[in-house]
């Protein structure tokens, strides 16, 4: 089983719906993220959180919502689909050891469709 | 300009060449310097770590420069398993990942 579970792996929606993406993990790490990967952007980060009481505004936060509901899950959330949020979305883990080697560690991507 | 940049390729070698690929950075603070590997339409995963001395791993040599801001990775003797995109990483300190848009590799039998 991964280490970094995210679902749903795809999901096709409607303009104005509310879409939501879970990730969890059992790494037992404390820090979590959110990307998205556009063809020819790279990854950008919409939301990070460093522990359950710590949420953080990424690069492209706009039209999304987070929700560290337990050190293992971190859930994103789009209010109102857009077609421009077609994407695909990947849910991270890091561990803040120091002898972490700064490894960020990915789930197996969501990738979503607004039409 | 973009703070992490690279070329986006495709680099379309035979088997057994050697190629390699530059990523320059546009923050001077930054600290920390990785490479890693994405397959077609899976998850981006670590290949290595750059560290300042430049560091080896098999096939794969990664150097960093601080004075023009730029890292590489070598890949010799080139594997059909080595096609996918190679994402150039750059970390500051305390800081949050910037990620490059990747360049990607083709190996030809």
Not at chain 1, 16 to 26: A, D, F, P, V, Y
Not at chain 1, 98 to 107: I, K, M, P
Request: glycine share 8%; aromatic share 12%; with cysteine.
């Amino acid at each position: 089983d991964a280490d970094v579970t995210q679902t749903p792996r795809n999901r096709i929606t409607k303009t104005g719906k509310r879409i939501m993406l879970e990730c969890s993990q059992t790494k037992g790490h404390d820090r979590m993220y959110w990307y998205r990967q556009d063809p020819g952007l790279g990854l950008r980060l919409i939301y990070y959180s460093f522990d359950v009481k710590d949420i953080n505004k990424g690069e492209i936060s706009d039209g999304y919502s987070v929700s560290r509901q337990a050190q293992a899950k971190f859930s994103l959330s789009l209010e109102s689909a857009i077609p421009n949020q077609t994407a695909l979305y990947f849910c991270a883990t890091r561990s803040t050891d120091r002898a972490n080697t700064g490894e960020l560690f990915f789930g197996e991507g969501s990738r979503l469709t607004v039409l | 300009r973009k703070e992490v940049e690279q070329d986006p390729g495709p680099f379309n070698v035979p088997e057994g060449a050697t190629v390699a690929f530059n990523c320059t950075y546009s923050n001077s603070a930054s600290q920390s310097f990785f490479w890693y590997r994405q397959d077609c339409r899976k998850e981006p995963k670590l290949l290595m770590s750059v560290y300042s001395s430049g560091n080896e791993d098999g096939r794969f040599t990664a150097q960093l420069n601080r004075a023009s801001q730029y890292i590489s990775l070598l890949i010799r003797d080139s594997k059909l398993s080595d096609s996918a995109t190679y994402l150039c990483v750059v970390n500051n300190y305390g800081q949050n990942f910037v990620f490059g848009p990747g360049t990607r590799l083709s190996v030809l039998p």
